[in-house]
């Protein structure tokens, strides 16, 4: 992804953001920092390197003899990676969560047996579950938030009330993030969406 940036934006105050956003998404994808750090800068030195025809051939000589593997990451899977390195074995690092995890598909709002997200103007997000439609849970949320009760157990209205009626969750703008019909299984994914 570095070499994408680097070659395909000639503006460099551009790459410097494209770079930021990078290192922001590894991070959050709990890479250490200073893995990424070493990737990045070791991509831009070979960019670097590329436009010295000498340095073309001792790459491709030392492309030679080596092997090319992937494992998921791990915490410490780097002591691996550098070991590999001794016997010439690149080891390139996966992570289960991939962006089209991240980016909801085609929301079927009728959908049962799910676990969802709606999110507040204030950067809060409710997160919870229902083995009815969305929409059907939706409207609950709308009528228990209009209705304001002092006695709700709706996590929803109590951020409502404590903050004065300020912030508003926006229920037509839910999102579906997972699927379940196994009730207990369900509870479980809304506990660690949470």
């Keep these: 992804m570095t070499e994408r940036i680097i070659t395909t934006t000639k503006d ?48 491709k000589k030392k492309d030679e003899y080596e092997i090319s593997m992937s494992l998921p990451y791990t915490p410490g899977i ?24 991240l980016v909801p598909s085609n929301i079927n709002r009728k959908s049962k047996a799910i676990v969802y997200k709606i999110p507040c103007e204030c950067g809060a997000e409710y997160i919870g579950e229902t083995k009815r439609g969305l929409d059907e849970r939706m409207q609950e949320h709308i009528r228990n938030i209009k209705e304001n009760d002092d006695q709700s157990k709706s996590e929803m209205v109590q951020h409502h009330r404590q903050q004065n009626g300020i912030c508003k969750f926006n229920p037509k703008i839910a999102t579906i993030i997972d699927y379940e019909t196994d009730e207990r299984k369900r509870l479980i994914k809304e506990t660690l969406y949470s």
């Design 12 to 59: 460099n105050h551009q790459q410097m953001n494209d770079l930021k956003t990078l290192k922001r998404m590894f991070v959050n994808s709990q890479y250490p920092k200073y893995e990424i750090e070493k990737q990045i800068q070791e991509t831009i030195r070979k960019l670097s390197n590329n436009d010295n025809p000498q340095s073309i051939n001792n790459q």
């Design 78 to 101: 780097e002591v691996l990676k550098r070991k590999l390195e001794k016997l010439k074995i690149k080891l390139y690092f996966s992570y289960p969560q991939k962006l089209s995890s």
